[in-house]
């Protein structure tokens, strides 16, 4: 599996077919202050882009019709979030171009680091772009949000602090680390984790400038490796090598580096039956700077 390698200095918005990034996503903290009367938590969370994920090839039509492939075992198309974010934007816009699209599906499902949300916001961004359909990173966010909490994050496409639901956002630059993620062959259920009479919900809450210094926590971990020992077997694994934890509620872990060379020799040591990567934290995502590209 390759990370995100792409030349923007040949790209034209009049190619037949291009490929767009839907990078993945680290939570490099997370942290549940309180459970409101409504049944949501308020929570403190930093979200990280990584340079690697899935990849969508865009085909613009000149009919209305939206195809997509190929077809995912036990998810109808019409459910796929990038099927369902072009529709959305189709109808909100009144547009009357349609397109074929192709996901090239690298990022597991249920892995908490954002593969359907991506994708989502990657189909919104592209397609903006090549529809000429004019929204505003504020107007294409409020969609996405409609498809997913998660959505805005990646169409805001910059490293942000994320505060009460997730609705409050603050643009940061945390230091772009290099990872290993592994994620083990479990489903993890965010319902269960977040009625677990033993989460944590009273974390003071901290402004974002005394949080970046201290040791970033995740308040759901101790939740899930109680319910799910093979979390816990890859944990302990890489906090052999590096300081380690969970992202959001799982199931993915992530160990952070200092440098390249690092992660990518303890990755070799780590079990092959995992679903597992190495790749670098990014402040600004690689789908922000190729359609930067694609604008100049």
Known sequence: MQNYQFSTAHLSLQEEKLRFPCPAKLNLFLYINNKRSDGY??????????????????????????????EIPNLATEDNLVYRAAKLLQQKTACKLGANLHLDKILPMGAGIGGGSSNAATTLLALNQLWNTQLSIEQLAKLGLTLGADVPIFIHGHAAFAE??????????????????????????????????????????????????????NDCEKVVLNHYPEVEEILHRLLQYA??????????????????????????????????????????????????????
């Open 41 to 70: 938590h308020e929570l403190q969370t930093l979200f990280q882009f990584l340079d690697f994920g899935d990849w969508l090839e865009i085909e613009v039509r000149q009919d209305d019709e939206i195809c997509l492939t190929p």
């Open 164 to 217: 009460g639901v997730g609705e409050k956002i603050t643009y940061c630059d945390p230091p772009e680390k290099w990872y290993i993620v592994l994620k083990p062959d479990v489903a993890i259920s965010t319902a269960i984790i977040f009625s677990d009479p033993n989460l944590t919900r009273n974390t003071p809450k901290k402004p974002l400038a005394q949080l970046l210094t201290q040791k970033y926590e």
């Open 243 to 296: 300081p380690s934890r969970l992202t959001g509620t799982g199931a993915c872990v992530f160990a952070e580096f200092n440098d390249e060379e690092s992660a990518k020799k303890a990755f070799q040591t780590m079990p092959k039956q995992y679903f597992g990567f190495v790749a670098q934290g990014l402040n600004i995502s690689p789908l922000h700077k190729m359609l930067m590209q694609l604008n100049k």
